[in-house]
């Protein structure tokens, strides 16, 4: 699906719109389609079926306005497409929670368990090996495991695209990147960032410096520590912006709000690109400072797992979301569209373009194999 290329044209910008079954306290609610993909040996289960499906959520809490929440959200759309959907979510507070969260919903009876979050690869691929009759979806990691559907997204090409808008409309010269954690899911981000200023630079013979990240020292960069310390996100933003960031990408789930509050105190000086959801939607109260984001397909991808849950099969195997599929991309400008060149927005789609076709070849480490 050629969505980012597609709306360009339509709208004049790059867009793409993109936890258990029992806890402390049960989180049941009710309120489709993804790209995805699956392998030939998905079990089937009967169409029609009541189906309890039970997420586990990353930390950061369902409302971390990222990929905590925009995966409950996709679990939410999915019950309200079919009402034979029960969803319910179990949160994690640290990652000391994933084992007794993941075992909990193996023995509550849920029908299919999914897990947010890639720090959870190991905790999963224990429980799956050991309950083979189980079925799980596991959201950025491939699968691990016959009995587990591996969710990931090729999302350094939407931060590619994400780069060489922030170099192009930068004015200082200077823009930065941080993000919660090292860990792959957050520096896929953030490589592909760093290469589409890197690539703004060599097209444009300019110079514009990347404060945070280094693709070639991937054992280096700014990080929060944290998805959740809002207080870390707010001191990093200000320390670039001190040494002259004007455009700051944070990838930190809800640490990222303390970007917004950095750039609220600004006064203008300084904008953001927003990641995994659109941040003027899921973040309002700093929208005006979200030049666009650079989006994960996760509530899409969630729905699609689940259409094929409610018709009767588990997939198996790994779906990859890209810029093709809409498993990733920018959202709209919003507040920005009339700001960002029309120059600008014609090489953001031809960038998209180049990037499908293979002409424009992404080296981060972290991509999906």
Known sequence: MRHVAKTLAAMGAVALIAAGCSSKADNNASDSNASGSSSAGASTSASGAKIKACMVLDTGGVD?????????????????????????????????????????????????????????????????????????????????????YGLEFNTAQGGFLGGYL?????????????????IPPVTIYMDGFWEGVQYYNQQM?????????????????????????????????????????????????????GAGAAAEAS?????????????????????????????????????????????????????????????TGLAPFHDFDSKVPQDVKDALSKITSDIESGAIKITSPSQPQ
């Open 64 to 148: 971390d306005k990222s990929f905590n929440q925009s995966s409950w959200d996709g679990l939410q759309a999915a019950a309200k497409a079919n009402p034979n959907i029960t969803p319910s979510y179990v949160a994690s507070n640290t990652s000391n929670d994933y084992t007794p969260n993941l075992t909990a919903q193996t023995n509550a009876s849920c029908n299919t368990i999914i897990a947010v979050g890639g720090l959870m690869a190991d905790n999963v691929k224990k429980i799956a090996t050991a309950n083979p009759n189980q079925h799980y979806a596991e959201i950025d990691n491939p699968s691990t495991a016959s009995n587990v």
């Open 166 to 182: 922030a170099a192009a409309m930068s004015k200082s010269g200077t823009v930065g990147t941080w993000g919660g954690l090292n």
């Open 267 to 327: 006064g203008g000086k300084v904008n953001l690109i927003w990641v995994d959801t659109d941040g003027y939607e899921s973040a309002a109260q700093y929208g005006k400072y979200f030049i666009t984001s650079v989006t994960k397909g996760l509530s899409q991808s969630v729905q699609d797992y689940m259409k094929q849950v409610g018709s009767g099969t588990y997939p198996t195997g790994n779906y990859v979301g890209t810029l093709q599929n809409g498993g």
């Open 205 to 257: 013979k300019k110079n514009v410096k990347v404060l945070g990240w280094d693709e070639k020292n991937q054992k280096g960069g700014t990080f929060a520590g944290s998805f959740t310390d809002q207080n870390k996100g707010k001191s990093i933003t200000q320390a670039m912006i001190q040494q002259g960031a004007d455009i700051i990408f944070p990838v930190a789930g809800g640490s990222g709000l």
